[in-house]
């Protein structure tokens, strides 16, 4: 079968496409005919070997596929790290789930990882309480745009986004956010603060690291939480613990990956998610279906922020 294959880690470069051996579903498993795999930022720090978690050499990107099981069922499933850009995968029994009549591909796998990771960053890692103002950085990538509209339908108060263009944060706008910001405005803490009429924030859902990691860190109000959830600046920020006391002030990480294996934090949520999408209240945006024999200009779309809503790869191109 055709699936992408790294060697060696590095950049856009490194993804080839090769004739591989078919996996083999074992006890627990269930092999995948692939429509579409999805795509997603950490999918570049796993090219790189930069991410929360390690793989060994050859591997296959990607973590998650829509298709059809052997006795006929539609799922979307998470797999173990890696495999995803191929004609056929492999996923752990517990992290397969049928998709509803009328859901298409990309709404499906928007729904999975990125659905998932905007649910519990609003409702397990940061607590959002009706009325809290809460800012998603990157609302037009798929979490956050899914975030934008779940920090409305949970009862947020005021929503602010980041976007790095005009168009960007104009669709952000007409997809409910209350104020759009430039994500690289020189004074980042001022301008979500003057986004929030004045006052500082409650939540901020932050991915990038680096400098919008500490501006907003600064932006937050007494008891106020910023969620980390990815480095896609690739820059670590250290936090002295006596400006977090001095502040009242919170720093939470997020990983997916502490949610698999636990099917209450996946089920539950996605079920809500599937629903919410069912009767129109949740849209998820979907971006660019990119050929397998493409997906070098892909990761060069990703990296340079040049994409929007879920991506996915199609395996039969």
């Given amino acids: 079968m055709r699936a992408v294959v790294i060697e060696e880690f590095g950049g856009p470069e490194v993804l080839q496409v090769a004739e591989v051996e078919e996996p083999r579903a074992g006890e627990g498993e269930v092999l995948i005919e692939v429509s579409r795999a999805g795509v997603n930022f950490a999918d570049t720090h796993t090219r790189e070997d930069s991410y929360v978690s390690r793989y060994g050499l050859p591997l296959t990107p990607g973590n998650e596929v829509v298709g059809t099981t ?3 069922r539609r799922v979307v499933a998470m797999l173990a790290g890696t495999g995803g850009y191929a004609e056929r995968a492999v996923a752990p029994g517990h992290t397969v789930f049928e998709v509803p009549e009328g859901l298409e591909d990309g709404p499906a796998l928007a729904l999975l990882i990125q659905g998932l990771t905007a649910w519990h ?3 397990t890692s940061a607590h959002l309480r009706e009325g809290e ?3 998603v950085h990157s609302a037009s990538g798929g979490t956050g745009g899914l975030a934008l509209q779940l920090a409305r339908i949970f009862g947020a108060g005021r929503v602010i986004v980041t976007a790095s263009s005009a168009e960007k944060r104009e669709r952000a706008l007409e997809a409910g956010a209350d104020a759009a910001v430039d994500g690289g405005a020189e004074n980042l803490k001022d301008a979500l603060i003057e986004a929030n009429e004045g006052e500082p924030v409650d939540v901020v859902l932050e991915m990038a690291g680096g400098r919008v990691f500490a ?3 600064e ?3 007494p008891f106020g939480r910023v969620v980390a959830y990815g480095v896609a600046s690739r820059e670590q920020v250290a936090v002295p613990q006596g400006r977090l006391m001095k502040h009242s002030r919170a720093v939470v990480g997020f990983w997916l990956g502490h949610c698999l294996g636990r099917r209450d934090m ?7 998610l599937f629903a919410l999408a069912a009767d129109g209240r949740l849209k ?5 279906t990119y050929a397998l024999s493409d997906v070098r200009r892909l990761h060069e779309d990703l990296q340079a922020r040049r994409t929007s809503g879920k991506l996915q790869v199609d395996p039969a191109r």
């Fill in 133 to 135: 103002s809460v800012v």
């Fill in 219 to 221: 932006a937050l109000a």
């Fill in 266 to 272: 996946m089920a539950e949520p996605l079920a809500e």
């Fill in 284 to 288: 998820p945006t979907v971006g660019e």
């Fill in 121 to 123: 960053l609003l409702r």
């Fill in 215 to 217: 501006q907003s860190l």
């Fill in 70 to 72: 052997g006795d006929g």
